[in-house]
C-alpha cells in the first residue's frame, strides 16, 4: 500500500543550504527505507510542501540525482529511484584518472578493503563454491593465463557485498581490472593461488579480521608488481 506523502518523515530544509540539501533528504527517503529502490517518488507539488522549497530549487536537485544515475524521470509517469544506483559519476572519474594508473590501484585497494569486510557477512554458500572454482581454475591454467579466473575472483567478492550504492562503482572498477593486470609482467601463479586461499579461508570463517588484513597483503602484491612492470616499460 502506498504511503501518503505529506505523511513521510522528511526534515524540513533550511533555505541556506537549498539544493544540496533537498537531495540529502530526498536520499534519505531510500536509506530510511521509506522509499524502496524501483518506488515513485512524491511529486513535485508534494516534494514543495515538503520541503519548503521553489520549484526551481527542487528541479536543480532532481537534475543533480538524475546525473548521478539514481532517479529517472518519466514523462506524465513521474520519478522512480532507480533500481541500482547507475555508474556514470564514477566511470566519468576512472576516465579522466585513465593513465593515473596509481590513483585507480588506490581506489581499488579503498574499495575492495571495504567490500571484504562486508562480504564475510553476506557471501552465501554458493558464492564461496564459485570463489573456490576460480581458485582451482587459476592452479590449472597454463602459460601464466588466468586474467579471466582472476577478475571473477575479486568481482564474486564484490557483488557479494550486495550494496545497492556500491553497485555502479564495483561494475566501473571491474573494467578497469583487465587494464591494471597489462601492467604486469612477470606473473607468479603460485603467490597468487597462496593469496587467493587464503582470502578464501577468511571468507569461509567469516572472519573479517582475517579477510581484511588478506585482501591488503594481496592488493598490496598486485600493486607492486604493476609498478614494477611499469618501471621496466619505462626503462626499455
Same mark, same amino acid.
Given at each position: 500500500m502506498e504511503r501518503d506523502p505529506l505523511q513521510m518523515n522528511v526534515e524540513h530544509v533550511n533555505r541556506k543550504t537549498l539544493s544540496k540539501q533537498v537531495v540529502e533528504r530526498i536520499l534519505h527517503l531510500l536509506s530510511s527505507g521509506q522509499l524502496k529502490p524501483g518506488d515513485k517518488l512524491p511529486t513535485e507539488a508534494e516534494f514543495i510542501t515538503i520541503?519548503?522549497?521553489s520549484r526551481t530549487v527542487l528541479r536543480e536537485a532532481l537534475s543533480a540525482l538524475e546525473t548521478l544515475g539514481i532517479i529517472t524521470r518519466k514523462t506524465r509517469e513521474g520519478t522512480y529511484f532507480n533500481l541500482k544506483v547507475g555508474s556514470a559519476p564514477f566511470s566519468d572519474?576512472?576516465?579522466?584518472?585513465s593513465d593515473n594508473i596509481q590513483a585507480i590501484i588506490e581506489a581499488r585497494i579503498v574499495l575492495e578493503l571495504g567490500l571484504i569486510t562486508i562480504?564475510?557477512? *553476506?557471501i552465501t554458500d554458493e558464492q564461496l563454491e564459485e570463489l573456490y572454482?576460480?581458485?582451482?581454475?587459476?592452479e590449472e591454467s597454463k602459460d601464466n593465463n588466468y586474467g579471466q579466473a582472476d577478475k571473477q575472483f575479486h568481482r564474486i567478492i564484490a557483488l557479494s557485498a550486495n550494496n545497492l550504492i556500491l553497485d555502479g562503482m564495483i561494475h566501473s572498477l571491474l573494467l578497469y581490472?583487465? *587494464?591494471i593486470n597489462n601492467h604486469i609482467i612477470l606473473?607468479? *601463479?603460485e603467490k597468487t593461488v597462496a593469496h587467493h586461499k587464503r582470502i578464501y579461508e577468511a571468507l569461509k570463517e567469516r572472519d573479517a579480521y582475517k579477510a581484511h588484513t588478506a585482501m591488503y597483503d594481496h592488493l598490496r602484491f598486485v600493486q607492486k608488481k604493476i609498478l614494477e612492470g611499469q618501471q621496466e616499460k619505462k626503462g626499455e
Open positions: 520541503l519548503g522549497v572519474m576512472l576516465n579522466l584518472a562480504a564475510t557477512e *553476506k572454482e576460480t581458485i582451482v581454475e587459476i581490472h583487465a *587494464k606473473r607468479e *601463479k
